[in-house]
T-cell receptor, first 113, second 118 residues
Framework: AQSVSQHNHHVILSEAASLELGCNYS??????LFWYVQYPGQHLQLLLK??????LVKGIKGFEAEFIKSKFSFNLRKPSVQWSDTAEYFC???????????FGTGTRLQVFP | GAVVSQHPSWVICKSGTSVKIECRSL??????MFWYRQFPKQSLMLMAT?????????EQGVEKDKFLINHASLTLSTLTVTSAHPEDSSFYIC??????????????FGPGTRLTVL
């Protein structure tokens, strides 16, 4: 069965610090990978997605993620976080032959001014 | 982008009553939709896949008689929480896939429905 693990449950940063959130998945086949963000009191928004091609994908709000197939990883990065990035971040995996999204446990990011 | 709506956005009900939540894809058709449940400060847990014209498929551990799913049309799926109890209180989120590129689909999420059972 597919599973997604996010190692960082709670991350606290100061503004302008760099961010990297880990995501690893277990699935032997072809997958599509996603990062979602959920701001307090709001619904899920797509940050970025990987289907194929360049393993370094850029998303909205300055976020990027790198797919490393050999490590089954899809880590999220941002060079300089802002207070407005405070939110919950979810990594998710969709196997190529289904539309089911399996979510990681989420990482709560708090950014202090 | 594609829009998915949910109604109601929040509902409070008494224990033992049933609650229906609607999920609509507003500008595209979806033969499948998905229902998730999110407890406070936790991740989304996939509950079931709603299939237009056929029975829903439930994830392991999800009671199909408790969470009735009906995919009435290509734009509407409903989740009915039957005989709700306080432990059913949660945030219920639906999603619908739409083709993004090539053979790849992307899920579009509804805003969620917060259910509180007293």
């Amino acid at each position: 069965a597919q599973s997604v693990s996010q190692h960082n449950h709670h991350v606290i940063l100061s503004e302008a610090a760099s961010l990297e959130l880990g995501c690893n998945y277990s699935y032997g086949g072809t997958v599509n990978l996603f990062w979602y963000v959920q701001y307090p009191g709001q619904h899920l928004q797509l940050l970025l997605k990987y289907f194929s091609g360049d393993p370094l994908v850029k998303g909205i709000k300055g976020f990027e993620a790198e797919f490393i197939k050999s490590k089954f990883s899809f880590n999220l990065r941002k060079p300089s976080v802002q207070w407005s990035d405070t939110a919950e971040y979810f990594c998710a995996v969709m196997s190529y032959n289904t539309d089911k999204l399996i979510f990681g446990t989420g990482t709560r990011l708090q950014v202090f001014p | 982008g594609a829009v998915v709506s949910q109604h109601p956005s929040w509902v409070i009900c008494k224990s033992g009553t049933s609650v229906k939540i609607e999920c609509r894809s507003l500008d595209f058709q979806a033969t499948t939709m998905f229902w998730y449940r999110q407890f406070p400060k936790q991740s989304l847990m996939l509950m079931a896949t709603s299939n237009e014209g056929s029975k829903a498929t439930y994830e392991q551990g999800v009671e199909k008689d408790k969470f009735l799913i009906n995919h009435a049309s290509l734009t509407l799926s409903t989740l009915t929480v039957t005989s709700a109890h306080p432990e059913d209180s949660s945030f219920y989120i639906c999603s619908a896939p739409r083709k993004a590129s090539g053979m790849n689909n992307e899920q579009f999420f509804g805003p969620g429905t917060r259910l509180t059972v007293l």
